[in-house]
């Protein structure tokens, strides 16, 4: 086939895409740098035991949607890392911008896109993200060497300002962030599954916190790397059967109570509880609060049933007192937001519930929930207090009232 384009391609495509109700502009690079939300790079440790496998993937730029299990982590006790990079924002590509054109379009007509990439040069680079049958081409945008367009042959759309000593994808912020938004109106929802196991005694507690723990890391998490190996870390665990995650103190925990207790708790038992409560400082506790999908965020609860936290509160400075959405986990904080643990003031700290304390939609299933949290957390707290130092002291005629 006869060469179709004499010029720059790039350009032309852009001036036949124009006619199809695109602007018409050429090309000038404005490039703003944005973060990345769809690729990471594998970043695998220098050190001697490192093995081939992950020697190998050091340095790789990947989809994050092709990260599964099966890749990362290479195998148990994998120390590779994924790590956030930067993207060129597609709407700033060109100097009037290309909004709303998602990466595969920035060439907008899929035929045109193929007439280009048949004239353009074959580009190889083992750091680019590998998928059989996929070819790269390159494509100069400007004339003196140093910036090109590296395009797939299905759709991935990368840049190059230093003549392909960095390559940055490019992204549009817009459809990114509109693919964010939804992820995390979804993602805690898969875990109802694991709070049904919990509640059947199929899970141990430590498990359960294990996971939610994470999960709230994950909606904290400002960074897609960061989120990949949670949700990574997630799955491994679940393959385990929920009993290994690779860290004694879950690892322990999970062996020490394998399901939530049924009759009443030892006072080991009871204690232990303070090992599965989730704390965050109140800025993050805030942050994770509004990124949480309704019906998952944490409730206030009102004064009457905070008022056994207000030992340490000033004088109408009220302790202010949170639950999760599954009536699992506690969180207390004073008036000026420190929050209340074992160190600060463990009479009034957040606890955990083995009898979740907000669950039941008919009177009876409150009733019922009422009881079990009364059983296992109020009572045992009335008798023993929240640690084994205020039971002490408690004992020895110190401190609290009963
Ligand atoms: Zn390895
Ligand atoms: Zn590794």
């Given at each position: 086939m006869e060469k179709q384009f004499e010029t720059n391609p790039f350009l032309i495509a852009f001036e036949v895409g124009a006619k199809n109700g695109y602007q018409n502009t050429k090309p000038k690079v404005t490039n703003q740098f944005i973060k990345s939300w769809k690729y990471v790079i594998w970043r695998s440790e220098k050190k001697k035991g490192t093995c081939e496998t992950c020697k190998n993937m050091d340095g790789k730029l990947l989809d994050?949607?092709?990260?599964?299990t099966d890749l990362w982590p290479a195998h148990p006790n994998c120390a590779c890392k994924l790590e956030k990079t930067v993207a060129i924002a597609s709407g700033t590509l060109t100097e009037k911008g290309m909004l709303g054109i998602d990466n595969k379009f920035i060439i907008c007509d899929d035929k045109i896109r193929r007439n280009i990439l048949k004239d353009a040069n074959r580009y190889k680079n083992d750091c680019l993200p590998y998928q059989k049958g996929r070819i790269y081409y390159t494509i100069e945008i400007e004339p003196g060497g140093r910036k090109y367009l590296i395009l797939s042959n299905d759709g991935l759309c990368f840049f190059t300002l230093n003549n392909f000593k960095t390559i940055y994808p490019v992204e549009n912020e817009e459809i990114e962030a509109k693919n964010r938004n939804l992820n995390e109106e979804k993602y805690?929802?898969?875990?109802q599954k694991e709070l049904s196991l919990l509640e059947k005694g199929n899970m141990a507690p430590m498990a359960y916190t294990y996971i939610m723990k994470n999960v709230y890391d994950w909606y904290l998490s400002d960074d897609i790397a960061e989120r990949k190996m949670i949700e990574n870390q997630i799955e491994v665990f679940r393959k385990t059967g929920y009993k290994k995650t690779g860290i004694a103190f879950y690892d322990n925990g999970i062996k020490y109570m394998p399901?939530?207790?049924?009759a009443l708790l030892s006072e080991e038992e009871h204690f232990f509880r303070n090992h599965l409560n989730i704390e965050y400082e109140w800025s993050d506790f805030e942050k994770l609060n509004q990124r949480l999908p309704e019906g998952y965020r944490w409730k206030q609860m009102g004064i009457m049933k905070s008022i056994i936290h207000q030992n340490t509160a000033p004088f109408w400075k009220w302790n202010r007192k949170y639950v999760s959405f599954d009536g699992y986990f506690e969180a207390v904080y004073s008036y000026d937001n420190q929050s209340l643990n074992e160190e600060t003031a463990s009479e009034d700290m957040g606890t955990y519930n083995y009898g979740p304390s907000t669950s039941g939609k008919s009177l009876f299933d409150m009733l019922f929930a009422y009881k079990e949290h009364y059983l296992k957390d109020m009572l045992p707290y009335f008798y023993k207090k929240n640690t084994k130092k205020d039971y002490e002291d408690f004992l020895n005629g110190k401190g609290l009232i009963p």
């Open positions: 994050i949607d092709s990260i599964t805690i929802e898969q875990f399901s939530l207790p049924e």
